[in-house]
T-cell receptor, first 116, second 113 residues
Framework: GAGVSQSPSNKVTEKGKDVELRCDPISGHTALYWYRQSLGQGLEFLIYFQGNSAPDKSGLPSDRFSAERTGGSVSTLTIQRTQQEDSAVYLC??????????????FGPGTRLTVL | DQQVKQNSPSLSVQEGRISILNCDYTNSMFDYFLWYKKYPAEGPTFLISISSIKDKNEDGRFTVFLNKSAKHLSLHIVPSQPGDSAVYFCAARGRNNFNKFYFGSGTKLNVKP
């Protein structure tokens, strides 16, 4: 079946503009994660959604970052007033949220964001 | 403040030999550890995991060892194959937050034919 998809694959924007990154998780997966990977760094946790529960936003680096998950499926990560330090690969992952593999994360290919 | 560290950015191994990738962590609350493999232009894929109640977990050519007292884990690949060439990420999760995973910066493995 289809895996996690993300769009766009690449995004170049100017400093100060807003950007939206989209994630389509695997159908039926109740958990969804956003991470970012800056150059030479590991994956940095940003936010976690599980079903209808309140999201875990503890990893969002500033109030310029927000995320939504509509209808328990598609998620959008929004970065307002982008800064050059926001340049990174943004990765989305989903997991079943139940069963033996409840926590196993399936990653999308990522969106490479470049802020000029 | 990185709680999971992979101090070797790259590793080169001859085909057929053993590859050993290392990972250190600082948080004693971590109780579940995973390894992911990442090819260029793709997202990471799950490889193998280990719970803190074990010190070894094996799956085919892949074995993960956990040394809790040293806060160290390693991934052994035997025998290494050219198709294993990828970036390997170590990740950990704490018992105080099952949803939050901490990743290392990755080790790029090159298996030479």
């Amino acid at each position: 079946g289809a895996g996690v998809s993300q769009s766009p694959s690449n995004k170049v924007t100017e400093k100060g503009k807003d950007v939206e990154l989209r994630c389509d998780p695997i159908s039926g997966h109740t958990a969804l994660y956003w991470y970012r990977q800056s150059l030479g760094q590991g994956l940095e946790f940003l936010i976690y959604f599980q079903g209808n529960s309140a999201p875990d936003k503890s990893g969002l680096p500033s109030d310029r970052f927000s995320a939504e998950r509509t209808g328990g499926s598609v998620s959008t990560l929004t970065i307002q007033r982008t800064q050059q330090e926001d340049s990174a690969v943004y990765l989305c992952a989903s997991s079943p949220g139940q069963g033996v593999s409840y926590n196993e994360q399936f990653f999308g290919p990522g969106t490479r964001l470049t802020v000029l | 403040d990185q709680q999971v560290k992979q101090n070797s950015p790259s590793l080169s191994v001859q085909e057929g030999r053993i590859s050993i990738l290392n990972c250190d962590y600082t948080n004693s609350m971590f109780d579940y550890f995973l390894w992911y493999k990442k090819y260029p232009a793709e997202g990471p894929t799950f490889l193998i995991s280990i719970s803190s109640i074990k010190d070894k977990n094996e799956d085919g050519r892949f074995t993960v060892f956990l040394n809790k007292s040293a806060k160290h884990l390693s991934l052994h690949i035997v025998p290494s194959q050219p198709g294993d060439s990828a970036v390997y990420f170590c990740a950990a999760r704490g018992r105080n937050n099952f949803n939050k995973f901490y990743f290392g910066s990755g080790t790029k493995l090159n298996v030479k034919p």
